[in-house]
């Protein structure tokens, strides 16, 4: 490789998600970056018809969140597995993803290859809290037959998100009550202001919310809890597969619940693009000890 490809960097971006665009703009300020099989195109990235197309290896494979299952990748035009793109990479080169399965990091590293989940960054996790709380708003806005102001949320958890939906929804006017486990947790929720129960009483409060929003990766929202909910109740899961919601329940009880994953890149793919290419630069810095410039 030339020194001008050492001094910038290759990045290739693929798969089918709108964030691979976006992250894929933020990324040429700091190297030459080229698409393959993504969903269109965007103004100064090359979006290449082939792997043959590309002029020199790649020093940072930028997989899409999540990488799906196994060694098959997620893209738009054709089907792509992980041995596709091996034969365009640099020695040493960097793959990133979001979500990135064991199988998909072993057959990398065993290749000789350095792997690194984006999704695991504390930085990528920090900053999607905004576009997560946000796009979970616009939802409540839309599905719910009341407005924001004035609803009593119920906001289950106190991790990031938590923190971001509550002073969102607060922000608009909710009434909104924090559920937690822990008692730190409870306090630094009525220490920013909001009201506070303890998730073990979940089952005889939760009849007084319109709106319930659960953050917590676990099974919280069972079918004893779920059949004390008002009918008109909405609910909201952001939690990660298979979320807090016994969702069968739901349909039993006739209640209104949507899983609502991957937000940011629905509701703000631009921005959450761009976060995905920040934290993909911060990788590139650490694990090549130089900077993309």
Known sequence: MSSEAEIRPIFLCTGSDRRQLYAARRLSDAGEVYTFCTDGSIDGVQNLQSLDDLPCAVNVLVLPMPCSSGLTIPSAGRRLICSDFIGSLDKGAIITGGRMNTAMIEYFNSLGFDTCDYYRREELAVKNCVPTAEGTLALAMRELDVTVFGTEALIIGWGRVAKACARLFGAAGAHVTVAARGVGALAQAESAGFSVIALSTLKTQIGGFRLVINTVPAPVLTDEILCETRKDCLIIDLASKPGGTDFEACERYSRRAIHALS???????????????????NIYQERSGKDAT
Do not use: F, N, R, S
Not at 263 to 281: H, Q, S, W
């Open 263 to 281: 937000l940011p890149g629905k509701c703000a793919p631009v921005t959450a693009g761009e976060i995905i290419a920040d934290a993909v630069l």
